[in-house]
């Protein structure tokens, strides 16, 4: 396995894509609303990050995916296509995932959002699940191990009789959307890659409330819970540091240490 290390350089852009990225999370909260498609929110993003920010949507065309982002439907687990026929309702919860290429280097970030009110089952599987990713976020400096994180993330999840999505997992990212390592998001402490400075990846759980079985649907990317119930992802891109972490897509309503 070889995991590549960025420099002082490569982090000041993957800093810049990833604040567009999260910028771009930012702005579509307001039109996340009832009647609104997931397709009228792609466009709002695609055309932020092509106009605005002058950068590249990293989704589009991706191993042919067709949209700029992907919306993430109640019991979609990842990869939703933003469509035209996808109208959200009240109560529904969704989540966003934006990857903005700038200079060559990538920022990855997704978060969830309700649509008017959701009931307190649904609020609850956002919160655990975006906790999870924060205890994740705490442990990361140098000596810590893969499968530390994944550890505090999978006890967390079951503690809160939520399941973790064993299929897709974060991933090392730089130049490169998806490269070494997987970041598993189940796991046992002192085992795994041991992190060090200047290493760059991403932390995304998908905790679902039933199993953590999905299925792929037939257009080759919606992956859905297969009993149906909900599921919910939150996702950062992090750079080790010499002594701890930095949450390269931080959001202005989110305080990291
Ligand atoms: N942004 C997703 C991730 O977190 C990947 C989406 S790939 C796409 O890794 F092709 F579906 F857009
Ligand atoms: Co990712
Ligand atoms: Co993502």
Redesign the pocket.
């Known amino acids: 396995m070889t995991v590549s290390i960025k420099t002082t350089a490569d982090i000041e852009k993957m800093r810049i894509a990833g604040r567009m990225a999260a910028e771009v999370l930012e702005l579509i909260g307001e039109h996340v609303v009832a009647g609104v498609t997931t397709g009228e929110l792609d466009r709002i993003c695609h055309e932020h990050i092509v106009d605005v920010q002058k950068a590249i949507p ?3 065309g ?4 067709p ?1 700029s ?2 919306t993430s439907v109640n019991h979609v687990i ?2 939703g ?1 933003p469509s035209e026929k996808k109208k959200l309702k009240k109560g529904d919860i969704i989540n966003i ?3 903005v290429i700038y200079e060559e280097f990538h920022g ?3 978060k969830m959002y309700v649509v008017g009110e959701a009931p307190s089952h649904a609020t609850r599987l956002i919160q655990v699940t975006q906790e999870c990713l924060y205890k994740g976020i705490e442990l990361v400096k140098p000596g810590c191990r893969l499968g530390d994180i994944g550890h505090v993330i999978q006890q967390h999840a079951e503690k809160n009789h939520y399941s973790i999505v064993r299929d ?1 997992c ?2 090392g ?1 730089g130049r490169v ?2 490269e070494e390592p997987q970041v598993m998001h189940y796991g046992r402490p002192d085992t795994g890659l041991i992190l060090k400075e200047g290493m760059t990846f ?1 932390i ?1 759980p998908m905790l679902n409330a039933g199993k953590a079985a999905g299925k792929l649907k037939k257009d080759g ?1 919606t992956v859905e819970t297969k009993d149906g119930r909900l599921s919910a ?1 939150w ?1 950062h891109t992090l750079a080790v540091t010499a002594t701890g972490v930095e949450v390269l897509t931080a959001r202005k309503e989110e305080s990291f240490f």
């Open positions: 990293a989704c589009l991706y191993r042919g995916f949209k982002v992907c990842c990869h296509i995932d934006v990857t990855d970030t997704s897709y974060g991933h990212i959307f998806h991403t995304e990317w992802q996702e």
